[in-house]
């Protein structure tokens, strides 16, 4: 894809497919939330206790993807190695999975420190994180809605450094970003479905994301969007468990109680 006989570069590829992902993804789980069974919370709740309309969701998402693509696109005009594309595809499994990994430690750690400082920093949170917590409830599509400078900030700087350090070139960025998009609009889906892939191999998931998102949970759960490490290491993790509601589905609560803290 990186030859001249190709239609699509793979810069443009990994500047705009990951956007085309998230609304496909998020729109499948979308599709998926009147599964009474499995959601954390009621559809009632999602209606009544969020703090912004979906309307004003989804304007925000945009924003933030017109940005990104911004970013995206000047990030790969001044690293310019479009030539090594072409190698990638002779790229060993090991070379490859060498660097998703630190990419997923770059943007893990990135977004950790930015996160946490924006709920400890008074002013930051009442003016730019709160936006995202208006979302008490979170929901697939709403896995994106920040302040602007928070989108840039957490993520298309984050999403930056990771593929900088890692040295993946712009093919691999297509696939990796594509994954981290599916991650994170899966850990706002507000469901908890059998077999989810991503609940078997990640502590982090929409349970876990779905804790921080409550008023008791705001001083934990910071990780984000791959694994727990950071929080566990700095003594902001919170365990839950997971309970059936009566009236169907599931409820995170916190296996201690932090509430007080």
Same mark, same amino acid.
């Given at each position: 894809?990186?030859?001249?006989n190709?239609?699509?570069?793979?810069?443009? +590829?990994g500047?705009?497919?990951?956007?085309?992902?998230?609304?496909?993804?998020?729109? +499948?789980?979308?599709?998926?939330g009147?599964?009474?069974?499995?959601?954390?919370?009621?559809?009632?709740d999602?209606?009544e206790?969020?703090?912004v309309s979906?309307?004003?969701?989804?304007k925000?998402?945009f924003l933030?993807?017109?940005v990104?693509?911004?970013?995206?696109?000047?990030?790969f005009?001044?690293?310019?190695?479009?030539?090594?594309?072409?190698g990638d595809?002779?790229?060993?499994?090991?070379? +490859?999975g060498?660097q998703?990994?630190?990419a997923?430690?770059?943007l893990?750690?990135?977004?950790?420190?930015?996160?946490?400082?924006?709920?400890?920093n008074?002013f930051?949170?009442?003016?730019? %994180?709160?936006?995202?917590?208006?979302l008490?409830?979170?929901?697939a599509?709403?896995?994106?809605?920040? %302040?602007?400078?928070?989108g840039?900030?957490?993520?298309?700087?984050?999403?930056?450094?990771?593929f900088?350090?890692?040295?993946?070139?712009p093919?691999?960025?297509?696939?990796?970003f594509?994954?981290?998009?599916?991650?994170t609009?899966d850990?706002?889906?507000?469901?908890?479905?059998p077999?989810?892939?991503?609940?078997?191999?990640?502590?982090n998931?929409?349970?876990?994301h779905?804790?921080?998102?409550?008023?008791y949970?705001?001083k934990?759960?910071?990780?984000q969007?791959?694994?727990?490490?950071w929080d566990?290491?700095?003594?902001?993790?919170?365990?839950y468990e997971l &309970?059936?509601?009566?009236?169907?589905?599931?409820?995170?609560?916190?296996?201690?109680d932090c509430? &007080? %803290?």
């Amino acid at each position: 894809m990186g030859s001249e006989n190709n239609y699509v570069s793979d810069e443009l +590829l990994g500047t705009f497919l990951p956007i085309v992902v998230y609304w496909v993804y998020s729109g +499948l789980y979308t599709m998926l939330g009147g599964m009474d069974n499995y959601r954390l919370h009621s559809k009632k709740d999602e209606d009544e206790k969020n703090l912004v309309s979906k309307k004003e969701v989804v304007k925000g998402v945009f924003l933030q993807q017109v940005v990104q693509a911004a970013v995206a696109t000047l990030l790969f005009a001044i690293t310019g190695n479009d030539g090594e594309s072409d190698g990638d595809q002779y790229a060993s499994i090991f070379v +490859l999975g060498r660097q998703f990994f630190v990419a997923m430690v770059m943007l893990d750690t990135w977004q950790y420190f930015m996160h946490r400082y924006m709920h400890q920093n008074k002013f930051l949170y009442k003016h730019i %994180h709160a936006q995202h917590h208006r979302l008490i409830v979170p929901y697939a599509f709403g896995a994106l809605y920040n %302040h602007p400078l928070e989108g840039l900030i957490l993520d298309t700087i984050g999403g930056a450094l990771a593929f900088l350090v890692s040295g993946m070139s712009p093919r691999t960025s297509i696939f990796f970003f594509s994954f981290a998009t599916i991650k994170t609009v899966d850990d706002h889906c507000g469901l908890w479905l059998p077999g989810n892939l991503f609940h078997i191999f990640f502590k982090n998931n929409s349970a876990y994301h779905d804790i921080h998102h409550q008023l008791y949970g705001t001083k934990f759960n910071y990780s984000q969007p791959f694994f727990v490490t950071w929080d566990r290491i700095l003594g902001t993790y919170m365990p839950y468990e997971l &309970e059936r509601r009566p009236e169907g589905g599931f409820e995170a609560k916190p296996v201690k109680d932090c509430k &007080e %803290h």
